[in-house]
C-alpha cells in the first residue's frame, strides 16, 4: 500500500463520531459510533465513487486586523527600542477603544519587541543607516463590535495613516524614524464554531454523496447493501467560495454589514455495492 494510500485512508477514517454515525446509517456497519471498516475488494466489484459537497454558513463573529510598528535607524538598541515601545504603547490605547469590554475574548496582543540590527539599501548600490539598531513590534486586535467597527476602524486609518505615525516619504534620511503599518481588517470565527461548522460539513458531504449514489440508476448500485471503501476529504475546486467574508458599506451612515462566512467541504467518498457499480464521478 501506497503512502498516499495509507494517508487518504486515515484521512477517512478519523472524521470524527458525527461523520460516523451518518455513514453507518444506511450501510452494513452494526455500531454507529466506529467509523466504517477498511474493506477487501474482490475482483467481480468496482468501487463506485462520489464527491459530496457540505456547504454551512455563519455569521462573521469577530474581526481581526494587525498593526506593525517599525522604529529604525537608531544609534543604539535601547533607543530603538524606546521610541517602537512608545509608539506601540499609544496605538494600543487608541485599538482598546475598537474592544467590546464585555466580552473577554475581545483584546489586543502583542509579538515581537527584540532589537536587531539595521542598515537601509536604496537604489544604485546606496546604503543609510549603517551600525544602527531597529525594532519591529505587532499588535493584533480581535474585536467582536462589529457592527460599529467601521467608525472606529476609519479614526485608526487616519491616526496612522496620516499622522504621527505615517511612514516618511524620504528614506534615504540618515535619521531615526517610527511609523506604523495597518493591516486589512478580516472577518473571523471563534475556533469551535468553526470546527464544529466543518465537522456537520464533513457529514453533510457524506449525505450528499450517499445521495448520489442512491440517485443514480446508471450505476446499478440502488438503494441496496453498499459499503463504503474510503472517504478522503479533498482540495477539488469547484468554483464556490471556501471560508470568505464580504462588506457592505452604506455611504449614509457608519454601520458595516458582512456577508456570511462559508465553510465549504468536498469528500470523495468510494463505495462497494452489489451489481455493476463502476460508474460515478472521480475528482
Known amino acids: 500500500m501506497s503512502r498516499k494510500t495509507r494517508t487518504s485512508l486515515a484521512a477517512g477514517l478519523v472524521l470524527g463520531t458525527s461523520l460516523a454515525a451518518t455513514a ?18 474482490t475482483k467481480a466489484q468496482n468501487p463506485t465513487v462520489f464527491i459530496g459537497e457540505g456547504r454551512l454558513p455563519h455569521a462573521p463573529e469577530f474581526i481581526e486586523f ?6 529604525e535607524c537608531h544609534a543604539t538598541p535601547m533607543e530603538a527600542s524606546a521610541a517602537a515601545d512608545k509608539a506601540a504603547a499609544n496605538v494600543m490605547a487608541t485599538l482598546r477603544g475598537t474592544l467590546d469590554p464585555n466580552n473577554e475574548r475581545d483584546g489586543v496582543f502583542s509579538k515581537g519587541g527584540y532589537t536587531r540590527s539595521f542598515e537601509r539599501y536604496l537604489g544604485n548600490s546606496r546604503t543609510v543607516c549603517r551600525g544602527t539598531y531597529a525594532k519591529s513590534v505587532t499588535l493584533t486586535a480581535k474585536t467582536s463590535r462589529i457592527a460599529e467597527f467601521q467608525a472606529g476602524f476609519s479614526d485608526i486609518q487616519h491616526d496612522l495613516l496620516a499622522g504621527s505615525l505615517s511612514k516618511p516619504s524620504d528614506s534615504a534620511a540618515e535619521r531615526g524614524i ?4 495597518l493591516s ?4 473571523q470565527l471563534y475556533y469551535e464554531t468553526r470546527e464544529k461548522l466543518e465537522q456537520q460539513a464533513l457529514a453533510d458531504a457524506l449525505s450528499n454523496a450517499r445521495a448520489k449514489l442512491e440517485a443514480t440508476a446508471a450505476a446499478g448500485c440502488g438503494t441496496g447493501d453498499y459499503q463504503i471503501l474510503r472517504m478522503v ?11 470568505y467574508a464580504r462588506s457592505s458599506m452604506p455611504s449614509n451612515d457608519d454601520t458595516m454589514e458582512l456577508d456570511s462566512i462559508w465553510i465549504n467541504k468536498l469528500l470523495q467518498v468510494s463505495f462497494i455495492a452489489p451489481g455493476n457499480c463502476s460508474g460515478g464521478e472521480r475528482g
Open 24 to 41: 453507518c446509517a444506511q450501510g452494513n456497519a452494526s455500531n454507529a459510533s466506529v467509523p466504517p471498516a477498511v474493506i477487501e475488494i
Open 66 to 71: 494587525q498593526v506593525t510598528i517599525e522604529s
Open 184 to 187: 486589512e481588517p478580516t472577518p
Open 178 to 181: 517610527t511609523f506604523a503599518t
Open 233 to 243: 476529504e479533498t482540495g477539488v475546486d469547484d468554483g464556490r467560495p471556501i471560508a
